[in-house]
């Protein structure tokens, strides 16, 4: 069990720091493809038709790259996905649960596309953050929690199953 967030960002900063940067690579394509999976049906909901086929676009493109170990990524869909999720960053409510969920994927994306090209490890060790976001959020609004003091609920299942999951991924990817 994981007992505070500092203890979970400890532990995934020092998995993510031994990665190469091929596992690096595999490693964020796996947060934008759970998140994608997860939440894809509200693309057309929330985005307009171009915003939702731009963020399926790149999530196939960044999909296909680790799989193929091809690691190369067209400069116009880092440069487009970069302008859209800076508009995301106005046109989405933070505390909609649904809302705050496409823009974690949206950052996702563009975290994943940005490191992919530049190699900056500090961009990798934001990605275990995303999912967290999420959940704060859907604790905060679905649950009623108060997450103010996010150690008050360190234990909540949610957190404590996606500590795992990121954790298991980081060991054996």
């Known amino acids: 069990m994981i007992h505070s967030i500092t203890e979970f960002e400890k532990l ?3 998995a993510i720091v031994q990665l190469s940067f091929e596992q690096k690579c595999a490693y964020c394509a796996w947060c934008v493809k759970r998140l994608y999976t997860s939440y894809a049906t509200l693309l057309p909901l929330k985005l ?14 960044i999909v296909k790259a680790v799989e193929t170990r091809t690691f190369s990524i067209k400069s116009s869909y880092k440069d487009r996905y970069t302008t859209l999720r800076i508009d995301l960053d106005f046109d989405l409510n933070f505390e909609d649960s649904e809302e705050q ?3 974690k994927l949206a950052e996702a994306i563009d975290i994943t596309l940005r490191f992919i090209a530049t ?3 500090d961009l990798v060790i934001l990605m275990p953050l995303m999912s967290l976001q999420i959940i704060d959020t859907i604790l905060t ?5 108060d997450t103010g003091e996010i150690d008050k609920v360190i234990g909540h299942e949610l957190l404590q199953r996606e ?3 990121q954790l298991n991924t980081l060991r054996t990817i």
């Open 12 to 14: 995934a900063y020092n």
């Open 48 to 61: 307009s038709a171009k915003q939702a086929r731009l963020t399926t676009a790149c999530h196939n493109h």
């Open 101 to 103: 969920a496409i823009l």
């Open 119 to 121: 190699k900056n490890n």
């Open 141 to 145: 609004n679905e649950y009623g929690l």
């Open 163 to 165: 500590f795992m999951a």
